[in-house]
Structure formats: C-alpha cells, structure tokens
C-alpha cells in the first residue's frame, strides 16, 4: 500500500509529467488569447515548425547524457544546407544524390568533432565552439556571404511543404529518426554505455566500455541529423543561405535540459526530450498567435533554459537532503532494536 | 625560462614570422595611420580578451560577453546622448557591465549550473532583449563624445594606452597579488583551494562580475571611435576573445597560462585579417580561419599535454 502510494509521488513529481502539464497550460492560455491557434491547420503547422530543431534535441539527446555538448549543430546546418544546394546546382547532381552526399558530409563533420574529442581528449565545449565557427564560416565563405539557392523542384519541396498520409510529410522522417534514438538509447547497450560513461568516465573505462568508440558514435549520429535536419530545412523555406539554423543550437540544448536530462550526463530520456521540443515549439508559435514581438521568444527561452537548469539543481539538492534524513532516521532506530 | 615560457614564446615567435612576412611581401602594412587604426580597433578586444583569460583560468568560460558588449555600448550611447557628462558614462557602462556579469556569477556560483550553459542562456537573452528595444536602430551621439572630445589622434593613442594600462596591471595582479593567485588555484583545483582556506564560488563570482565590468570599459572604448552605436557590435566578439586566449596559450582546463601570452595570441590574430587582405583571400573567409586557429591551438596543446603524459607514464 504504501509502496503504491509512493509511486503515484514518484509519477506525479517526474520531469515529464510536469512538462505536460506545462505544455497543457501553454494550449490552453495561447488557445484562449490567440485567433486560430486550437486548429488542426495550426498543430499540424507547429510540428512542421517543429522538424529540425526537433532532429538537432533527438541527436543532441545522447551527447549530453555521456556529459558532453555540441554546439556546432546549428552552424553544421548551415552548412550542409548550402553545399546540398551547391551539390546540385552547381554540380549538376540529382536531388536524391546531392542530399546522400550531404548526409556524408554532415557525418563526416561530426566525426571531426568526435577525432578530436576522442583522439586527443579535448573538452567537447572548446572543440565544437571551434567547429561552430569553422563551419558557419566555410558557409559565408563558399557562398561570399550572399548567394542564396532557390528554384528547387517542386517534387523536391513536398518533403517540406506538403502533406503525406495526412500529416506534413517531414514528420515522417522525424518519427523514424525519434524511433531509432529511442531505441538507441533506452533498448540497447549503447544507451547504457551512454550513461555510464556520463555518470562516471573512469568507473565506464574500468568496466571495460569502448569509450572512446561510444564517444565517436554520438557526435557521428549528431553531424548526420544536423545534415537530415538541413535538408529539410532547406525543403520547406524553398531556399538555402548561409545563416540557416544560426541558434538552433540553442534551442536544441534547452529542448533536452527541459526534458530533464541532466546537463553532467548520466540522466536523461528520449521521451523527455521530445516533450521539451513540443513545450518550445509551442511557445514559439503561440507567441506569435498573441501577436508578440518575434524577439520575446528568444527571450523566453533563455530564461527558461536557467529556471529549467534551476529546477533540476534545487531537486536534487531535495533529493540529497531526503536520503540524508532517511539515513539518519535508520542510523537512529537501531540502537533501539537491537 | 625557455622550457616554463615554451608556450608563450612559441606564440611570439609565430607572431614575429607573420610579421616578417609582412615587411618582406606587404611592406605597405607598416604604413603608420593604418597601423594605428587597426591597433585602436584591437584595443577594446584586448580588455575583453585580458577578463576573458582570467574567466578561462578560473576553469570557466563566459560566451554572453559579445551580447554584453552590445548592451553596455547601446546605454553609454544613450546615456551620452542625454547630454550625461563622459564621467558618469563611462562608469555607468562599466556597473552595467559588472551587474550582467553578475547575473552570470550568480547562476554559475551560486547554483552551481556549468557557466556553457548559463551563458549561452544570457547571450541570447541580452542580445534578444536588446534588438526588442532597439529594433536595430543606431544611437546618434553629441559632438564631443568622440575620441572624448579630443584630436582623432589622441584619442586612438588614448585607447591603445588604456589597454595596454589594463594589461600590465592585470598581468602583474594575476602574478604577484593574493586575489590573483586564487583566480590560478581555484582553475586548478577547486576542492584542495577550498581546503586551502579559500572560497571558490565567491572567486568565480569576483571573476564573473570583473568579466562584465572589463566589458562595459571595452564597450565605451568603442563607443568613442565613432559618431554613432551599433546595436549590433559586439557580434562575435566572444570568439575572438576565446580564440586569443587559446592561442596565447591559456589551458581551457583551467589554472594555467598568463596574460602575455594572450596579448602575443591577439596580435596575431589581428594581423590574419590585413594579412589576407594583402595575399588577396576574401574576407568571407574570417570566421572559417578563426575557428580553425582555435581547433589548431587546441590540438597543439592536446598532442603536447599527451606527449607529457606520454614520457612520465
């Protein structure tokens, strides 16, 4: 009895129930206060919105949980969005070939960050903020800082702007690729490993996991997402420039600390992370059904990326301080019993 | 000397080379005017480079300063324009500087929360908040607020000289005073300096908030170069900070490296760009270069650090 008890405490204080009830309460204010928002055209709009920043959190998800970061998506985005464009404008290439290409491409660039963590155990902070101006800058310098790809054909621009079996056809993608990171990371032992190593990187070396090996395989996965992710992009704006993605990795980041997972590594979910996705893309659109400024967004996100990061520190600080009380209560009662 | 300073000399060394290299095929650079242009262009950098090396050495790292740098530049422009003497301006942007840096501190300190995070929050906070006020209006400042009033040359020899002020002060503190040592032994080892007596979190909130401080100098030292405010300065200017810092040598793991070597790793980096120029590369091709110089620092210190490791193990 008291058991169950305890684990509807449990459900009710988790991170994703909580986060549903903030994304309820965000649909219902924005439905009250904005025109057309509850429509089924507008939530279809929301995941269409909703796609890439969606894919950069999803690969994002198992770099964090080994406690790393990446924060070259967003500009990796960008470039794979103007050589993809370039690839078959410029050389000729049919679509589907241009966008295989761009698929290496992107997981090439994020085996660069992965050589370079793991090889040389460099931080992954310095090495993919170096990455995030190495790669917007090979963008601005291939395309001179104004050339824009445009005209894509139309058979092209349905992956991003039309609908297939009833829903925005790039949704599809996206499910497959949540799929396949869940699977990644709560069905194998790659997921397993993933924590371990973020919980405790020597405990995970001395256990015998190929660190390194694990390490590589998050940063590859992220650098072909973040190459998917531009290929879509590009597909529903009918356009690639150099400045695509510039802070989504951002918004990326606060999508998986919103989902709860922790940003030293070691906790965190996939189900969280697309729950944190949904809570910003939300936010986003209805703040533009309330007519708000395009900047307040912005804003609000920052702010709620710290009060997340808040949150989770001060729970833990609880939870520390109730297994401390627990242990002095059982350190106390068995003098009594014994 | 040459084994401890290896570092640093090897920086000053790759400096005097492109140096050379510039007086055998662009003589033209040396030119004086242009010279002095490019330095006073460099001088509010190399403040925000000097805060930015201490906030490194503390093991931390503060990318918000660019977004900082932005908002202090935009309120010492309006604070001129309404008619405030330069006296309060200037330590107007230097508490607002300080007050966002504490913010910062706080969250980093206080809580605890890795200073990445925080201060990828507050970059896009200011910089957004910002552009919601200003909505990408320049500020048009009074007569008298350029070069402070005084002839144009003057002035850029006024900033040059307040920021080398800055570095060799800085420098001598970070070596020989008590409150530098600690920036060094808390970058090492928080938890052995918090045996030792001293107080981490309250020597990386001093960090922080000295961070923004630096900045709102560095912003009004650029405010005073032109007749009006950009509110979008200060874009990037996190990353030239770094990219100073790492290549003069300063370890990213904290505790290690000093200020000279971050002047010689700003020089150096300031002359990549006319350098181009006179070999004819465009300048789309700036961001590129400055990320790969940082990967290049990086993997320089971490073959050596694994060389090391290598000989004693």
Known sequence: MNTDKHRWKVLLARHETILLFVLALEWFYFNSVGRN???LDNSYDILRHSVEIGLLALAMTPIILTGGIDLSVGSLLGLCAILFGKLWRDAGLPIPV?????????????????????????????????????FRGLAEAITRGVDT???????????????????????????????????????????????????APEGARYAGLPIERRLAMAYVLAGFVAALAAIIYTARLGQAKADAGT???????????????SIFGGVGSVRGTLLGVAAIAVLNNGLVHARQPREVAGILTGVLLLLALSASIFSNWLANRRAFRQAAATNSEQPNSA | MLKRHFRELSVA??????????????????????????LTREAPTLVVACGMALVIVARQIDISVGSQFAVCSV????????????????????????????????LVAGLRLPSIVVTLATMVTWREALRWQQQGAFVNLPDGVQWFGFSQLAGQWMLIAVALVMLVALALVTKHFAAGRFIYAVGSDAEAARLAGLRPQLTTFGVFVFMGALTGLAAMMNVVQAPQVDPKSGTGLELKAIAAVVVGGVAISGG???????????????????????????????????????????????????KEKGSHG
């Open chain 1, 247 to 261: 802070g989504y990795e951002l918004f990326a980041i606060t999508a998986v600390v919103l989902g709860g997972t």
């Open chain 1, 98 to 134: 241009a966008a295989a290409f761009t698929l290496g491409i992107g997981a090439l660039a994020g085996g660069l960050n992965a050589s370079l963590i793991t090889w040389l155990r460099l931080p992954p902070l310095i090495v993919t903020l170096g990455t995030y101006s190495l």
């Open chain 2, 75 to 106: 309120c010492a422009g309006l604070l001129a324009s309404a008619k405030l003497p330069l006296a309060l301006t200037l330590p107007g942007s230097v508490a607002l500087g300080a007050l966002m840096g504490a913010v910062n501190g706080a």
């Open chain 1, 37 to 39: 928002f509850g429509s």
């Open chain 2, 256 to 306: 290690r490296g000093n200020l000279w070597g971050v002047f010689a790793g700003l020089l150096l980096l300031a002359c990549i760009a006319p350098a181009l120029t006179h070999l004819h590369v465009e300048a789309y091709w700036e961001k590129a270069i400055q990320g790969a110089i940082i990967l290049l620092a990086v993997v320089a210190d971490g073959v050596r650090s694994r």
């Open chain 2, 13 to 38: 060394a790759a400096l005097a080379l492109v140096l050379l290299a510039l007086a055998v095929f662009a003589p033209s650079f040396y030119q004086p005017q242009p010279l002095l242009s490019l």
């Open chain 1, 149 to 199: 790809f445009t005209n894509f054909p139309t058979s092209f621009l349905q992956l991003g702007q039309e609908s297939a079996l009833g829903v925005p056809t790039q949704v599809w993608l996206f499910i497959i690729v949540a799929i396949v990171i869940w699977l990644l990371v709560h069905r194998t032992t790659f997921g397993r490993s993933f924590r371990a190593i973020g919980f």
